[in-house]
């Protein structure tokens, strides 16, 4: 058994509006914002692993409960 059925497009509305999503001045100007920090204060990567200072390692000792 086959079925067909007619698809029209004659009550489709067509719009020729830009497809690309719009950016808010919101956007914008956090763009900005961002952009002006990362030229203020460029990151900066440790080249080493920073060593701790005044930290003192000790073995666990069993302790008892009376």
């Not at 059925?5 to 489709?12: F, I, K, M, S, Y």
């Amino acid at each position: 058994m086959l079925l067909l059925r007619l698809v029209t497009t004659a009550g489709v509305k067509v719009s020729a509006a830009a497809t690309t999503p719009i950016n808010s001045m919101d956007d914008i100007t956090l763009a900005k914002a961002l952009a002006s920090l990362k030229r203020e204060k460029p990151m900066v990567k440790e080249l080493s692993v920073p060593k701790a200072k005044g930290i003192v390692m000790q073995e666990a000792e069993e302790t008892t409960i009376k």
